[in-house]
C-alpha cells in the first residue's frame, strides 16, 4: 500500500508541475506582448513599459521566469488582478467558501436523491418505476445545464417567484463572513441575535434554485450507477445467502446490498465532486453567485489575465489532488487495484 | 469492414432505445443537409415588422420570431448544420490524436508509455470547460477556437480507452506472429491492433460527439464560442437571457434541440457499449 501511494505521489507532483507549466505559459503564449496586455495604453510611455517588464521579470530567461513564478507562488503571491488591483490570491480566497458551499450543498442533495431512486431502480428492475427513474436520469445527465438553470429560473423565480433570482443573500443582512460559508455565519451568535433565523432562511433560499441545477447532473449519475452497482451486487451469493437466512428485504437491501454497492459510487461521488466546478462556471454565472466560476468568466471578458492564470492553476491544483485522494481512498478499500 | 457495421446496425435494432437514438440522429443529419431547402427563411433575414411573435400564431413563421425579427425555425435548422458540424470535428480532431497518442502508448509501453500518459493526466486533470476557457484566453473567442478546445479536452479519453486496448491485444498470438514476420511497427499499430479496438472505439466517439456539441454550446453560451450573428444553440439560448418572462419560446427552444440531440448521441452510446462490452448487458 506504502509502495502504491508512493507511486501516486510521484505521478501527483509530476501533473502538478504539468500544471504549473500549462499556467505558467497562459501569459506568454497569448499573442501580443504581456506587458501591453497588462498595462494597456499606459504602455506607450517606454519608462513604464520597462518598469513593467523588469517587475515582471520578463527581461530574463524562460527557464529563470518559471522559477521565479513557482517561488511567487508557494509564497503566495500570484500578481494582482489588472481591474481591481487587489492581491489574486486574496480574491480567490474571498470567492472560494461561496463555491465550495454552493458545490457541497449540490452533491448533498445529489447522493440524498440519488442513492435512494438508485436502488429503487434497480431492485424493482424492468418495471415501470425502474424506466422513469432511468428515463429521468438519462435526461438528467444528458442535460443542458446552462439551459436547465434558466428554465428554473423562469418557471420558480420570475413566475411563481418563490424563490430569489440571483445572489446569495439579500442586500438587507450584513452577515460578518466569519467561514464563508452563509449557511453557518447567519447562525453565529452575532447575526443570529441581530436577524433571527431570517437570515440563515434568506441564505437557504438563495441556495436553492444553483444546487439544484448543479446538482442535476451529478444526480442522474449517481442514480444511474448506484443502479447498476447494485444489480451487480444483487446478483452475489452473499445476498442469497442473506435471503436464505431469511432476514428482511429492508436489512438485506440496505445492509447487504448497498453497503457493498456504495464503494464504486463513493469514488465515483469524488471524481463527480472535481467536475462540478465546471458546473459552477455555468451556474454561478446565470445565477450571479460570487464564487470562482463567476469570477473566472468575467475576468475572461475583461482579459484580466493574472486572475485567468491564477484561477486556472488553483481549480486544477484542487482537483488534481482530489483525484489522487479519491485514487489512494479506492484502493485502500479495494487492493485488487494497488497491483496495476 | 462491412460485415462489421452490418452486424452493429443489426445489434442496434434489437435495442430499441438505441436505435431511436440513431432514427434522431439521421434525422438531424438530413435537416442540416437540406437546410436551404426546407429553412422557410434566411436565418439572418430580419423582418422589422414582426419582433417577437409567439410560435404558432403566424404562418409565415411557425416557431415565432426572436427579438430582432428572425425566424426562428429556420434558425434552428441552420443551428443543427453547426451542432453536427462541431460534434464531428470535435471527435475528428480528438479521436487522431488520441488513437496516435494511445496507440503508442499501448504498443511500445514503458519510457514512452509513462511519458504520453503523464501528459493526458495532465490533461485529465483540467475539467473540460476549464481547459477550454484556457485555450480560447489564448487563442481568443471564436466557434473555431471553441472546437479546438473542446477536442483537446476529449483527447484522453480516446488515448485511454485506445491504451487499454492495445495493451491486451498486444499479447495476442496473431499480433506476436506478425511480429515474428518483423513486420514494421506502424504497419502491425494500424493494420493488425487498430481494427481489433474499433468497438470501444466507436463507443467512445459516440459519447464525445454529445460532449462536443454540450460544450461548444456552453461555450458560445458563455460568449467564448460562437460570435453573434451565427445560428448557434448556445449563442440563441445566451441572447434569450434578456427576454425571459416577455419571450420564453426564445429560451425552450434551442435548449430542447440541444438536448434532443445529446440524449440522442448518449442514448446510442449506452446501446453500443453493450454491445461491444457484454458485462454492461448483464444489467439489462
Known amino acids: ?340 | 469492414m462491412n460485415f462489421f457495421f452490418t452486424d452493429i446496425l443489426k445489434e442496434l435494432k434489437k435495442n430499441k432505445l438505441a436505435f431511436l437514438g440513431l432514427i434522431i440522429i439521421f434525422t438531424f443529419i438530413i435537416i442540416a443537409l437540406l437546410a436551404p431547402i426546407i429553412a422557410p427563411h434566411n436565418p439572418s433575414s430580419v423582418f422589422p415588422n414582426s419582433l417577437t411573435i409567439a410560435p404558432f400564431i403566424d404562418g409565415q413563421f411557425l416557431l415565432g420570431t426572436d427579438d430582432l425579427g428572425r425566424d426562428i425555425l429556420s434558425r434552428l435548422i441552420y443551428g443543427s448544420r453547426i451542432s453536427l458540424m462541431v460534434g464531428t470535428f470535435c471527435v475528428l480532431m480528438s479521436l487522431s490524436f488520441g488513437l496516435l497518442t494511445g496507440l503508442t502508448a499501448g504498443y511500445f509501453g514503458g519510457k514512452v508509455d509513462s511519458i504520453l500518459m503523464r501528459f493526458i493526466d495532465i490533461l485529465m486533470s483540467l475539467p473540460s470547460i476549464l481547459l477550454a476557457i484556457f485555450v480560447v484566453a489564448i487563442l481568443g473567442p471564436g466557434l473555431f477556437n471553441a472546437i479546438v478546445a473542446v477536442g483537446i479536452v476529449s483527447i484522453p479519453s480516446f488515448a485511454r480507452i485506445v491504451r487499454a486496448s492495445t495493451m491486451i491485444e498486444k499479447e495476442k498470438s496473431y499480433v506476436k506472429a506478425s511480429m515474428t514476420f518483423q513486420s514494421s511497427s506502424v504497419r502491425i499499430m494500424f493494420n493488425e491492433i487498430l481494427p481489433n479496438c474499433l468497438g470501444p472505439i466507436i463507443v467512445q466517439a459516440s459519447f464525445a460527439f454529445s460532449e462536443g456539441i454540450l460544450s461548444t454550446a456552453a461555450l458560445g453560451f458563455l460568449g467564448l464560442g460562437a460570435q453573434a450573428p451565427m445560428p448557434e444553440w448556445g449563442i440563441m439560448l445566451s441572447d434569450a437571457r434578456s427576454y425571459l418572462l416577455t419571450a420564453p419560446w426564445l429560451l425552450t427552444l434551442p435548449g430542447l434541440c440541444i438536448l434532443t440531440m445529446v440524449i440522442s448521441f448518449n442514448i446510442l452510446g449506452d446501446g453500443l457499449r453493450d454491445i461491444f462490452d457484454p458485462k454492461t448487458k448483464r444489467r439489462k
Open chain 1, 1 to 340: 500500500m506504502i509502495k502504491y501511494i508512493l507511486k501516486k505521489l510521484k505521478h501527483l507532483l509530476i501533473t502538478l508541475f504539468g500544471v504549473s507549466l500549462l499556467s505558467f505559459f497562459l501569459l506568454r503564449l497569448i499573442p501580443g506582448d504581456p506587458v501591453m496586455l497588462l498595462l494597456g495604453e499606459r504602455g506607450a510611455d517606454p519608462k513604464i513599459y520597462k518598469e513593467m517588464k523588469v517587475s515582471l521579470g520578463l527581461d530574463k530567461s524562460i527557464p529563470v521566469q518559471y522559477i521565479s513564478f513557482l517561488k511567487k507562488a508557494f509564497q503566495g503571491d500570484l500578481g494582482k488582478s489588472i481591474i481591481s488591483k487587489q492581491s489574486v490570491v486574496q480574491e480567490f480566497k474571498d470567492r472560494f467558501p461561496a463555491t465550495l458551499e454552493l458545490s457541497m450543498i449540490a452533491m448533498i442533495f445529489a447522493l440524498i436523491l440519488g442513492i435512494p431512486l438508485g436502488v429503487i431502480a434497480a431492485v424493482k428492475k424492468n418495471t415501470w418505476v425502474d424506466y422513469v427513474i432511468s428515463s429521468v436520469s438519462l435526461i438528467g445527465y444528458s442535460m443542458p445545464i446552462f439551459w436547465w438553470a434558466l428554465i428554473l429560473m423562469l418557471i420558480f423565480s420570475l413566475n411563481f417567484m418563490v424563490t430569489p433570482v440571483s445572489g446569495r443573500i439579500s442586500v438587507l443582512y450584513d452577515v460578518d463572513p466569519w467561514s464563508g460559508f452563509l449557511l453557518i455565519d447567519t447562525l453565529t451568535k452575532e447575526s443570529f441575535s441581530q436577524y433571527g433565523f431570517s437570515a440563515f432562511w434568506d441564505a437557504f433560499r438563495h441556495l436553492i434554485l444553483p444546487s439544484f441545477a448543479l446538482g442535476t447532473i451529478p444526480l442522474a449519475l449517481i442514480s444511474r450507477m448506484t443502479r447498476g452497482s447494485m444489480l451487480d451486487v444483487l446478483n452475489e451469493s452473499y445476498m442469497r445467502t442473506a435471503k436464505s437466512k431469511g432476514l428482511s428485504f429492508y436489512r438485506i437491501i440496505f445492509i447487504h446490498g448497498l453497503k457493498n454497492a456504495l464503494i464504486p459510487i463513493i469514488t465515483v461521488a469524488g471524481l463527480i465532486f472535481g467536475g462540478l466546478i465546471t458546473g459552477a462556471i455555468l451556474t454561478e454565472t446565470i445565477f450571479s453567485w460570487p464564487g470562482i466560476g463567476k469570477w473566472l468568466v468575467t475576468s475572461i471578458n475583461a482579459r484580466d489575465y493574472p486572475v485567468i492564470q491564477a484561477s486556472t492553476l488553483f481549480i486544477a491544483t484542487i482537483i488534481v489532488l482530489l483525484n489522487n485522494f479519491v485514487d489512494i481512498m479506492y484502493a485502500a478499500i479495494n487492493p485488487k487495484l494497488r497491483i496495476k
